[in-house]
């Protein structure tokens, strides 16, 4: 990929996995499930041609970072603590920070844990989720979506990857990168199934071309998928643990992109909360949000080029 490094980096107890180019004010970018370093390969070329030194790590239990075994080395602080290493590591006091799905959650914890370590925020995808007081995340989602919802479905430990092994790597990979379908994912009782898209073709769209999805497999064929489901079964233990900052507004300046047709924005509630009024009351220094035309919510690869304008043209402005 064009002059992209390749390193690894000790943070928090683990060896991250980081690719970067570029020197400048650094842009961290933080993917999401089921997702790698590679779905920013776009962004990390146009950012560090434009004088930013572009930084983007597997995060832990993804591709090649260190996938710790117990399921409660994956909360909230586990992995924002391997951020902030990993900013210490790079010598920088604060970074922009751009992330996207289960990446645009651990974002929004590192501004509510240390928002002096980022400049400013571009998220996608995933708006801040105000903490109920009363009722935990899973358990909410459930009353919600039912249990078939897939991240009540993503529970129990081992069940999803015995069905996700039933239909292959490449199977769940493609069937994720590609559906288009709004609403929140329900899954079939039991099995995998048609999981996230109903309606999957045999082809890929443009964006995705064979040699990219083939990159995934490779690494997701090494690593299973237990590490990145880890972080979706402490949900409800991330909820315990931020008791402390149930209520806190989250003060760092952020641009939020999302595509119209985006599994999250398309769920219940969350288009009321993004333009109602209720994410600018949690995040006072939303300074924008931009939902894109026949886009879904793989926006950073779908929409590259524009999103890589998005990014740019506000962060220069700091």
Request: aromatic share 14%; proline share 6%; net charge negative.
């Amino acid at each position: 990929m064009e002059g992209i490094a390749h390193r690894r980096v000790e943070v928090n107890g683990i060896k991250m996995h980081i690719a970067e180019k570029g020197e400048g004010p650094v842009v961290l970018f933080l993917h999401g499930f089921p997702e790698l370093w590679y779905s920013w390969r776009h962004q990390i070329l146009a950012l560090s041609s434009q004088g930013y030194h572009a930084v983007a790590p597997d995060l832990r239990g993804y591709g090649d970072t260190e996938a710790p075994a117990s399921i409660s080395s994956y909360t909230c602080f586990h992995i924002v603590g391997d951020l902030v290493a990993l900013i210490d590591s790079l010598g920088v006091d604060q970074v922009f920070l751009v992330a996207h799905d289960w990446g645009a959650i651990i974002g929004w914890y590192l501004c509510m844990f240390r928002p002096e370590k980022v400049k400013a925020y571009v998220c996608l995808s995933v708006p801040f989720l105000r903490r109920h007081p009363n009722v935990r995340t899973v358990d909410g989602m459930r009353a919600v979506y039912g249990d078939d919802y897939y991240i009540c479905r993503f529970q129990k430990p081992d069940e999803m990857e015995a069905q996700m092994a039933e239909v292959g790597t490449e199977y769940v990979l493609k069937n994720i990168l590609t559906t288009r379908k709004p609403g929140p994912p329900i899954f079939p009782k039991g099995e995998y199934g048609s999981g996230f898209n109903p309606d999957m073709t045999d082809s890929l769209p443009s964006w995705l071309p064979e040699d990219d999805l083939a990159y995934y497999v490779s690494k997701y064929q090494k690593t299973g998928f237990t590490g990145p489901l880890n972080y979706y079964r402490n949900m409800n233990l991330n909820w315990e643990l931020t008791a402390p900052w149930s209520g806190v507004k989250v003060q760092v300046p952020v641009k939020f992109i999302t595509g119209e047709f985006d599994m999250v924005y398309t769920s219940r509630n969350v288009k009321e909360y993004i333009h109602g009024g209720g994410f600018k009351q949690d995040v006072p220094n939303l300074e924008e949000v931009i939902v894109q035309k026949d886009v879904a919510h793989f926006n950073n690869q779908e929409s590259a080029e524009e999103i890589g304008n998005y990014i740019y043209e506000f962060i220069k402005k700091f």
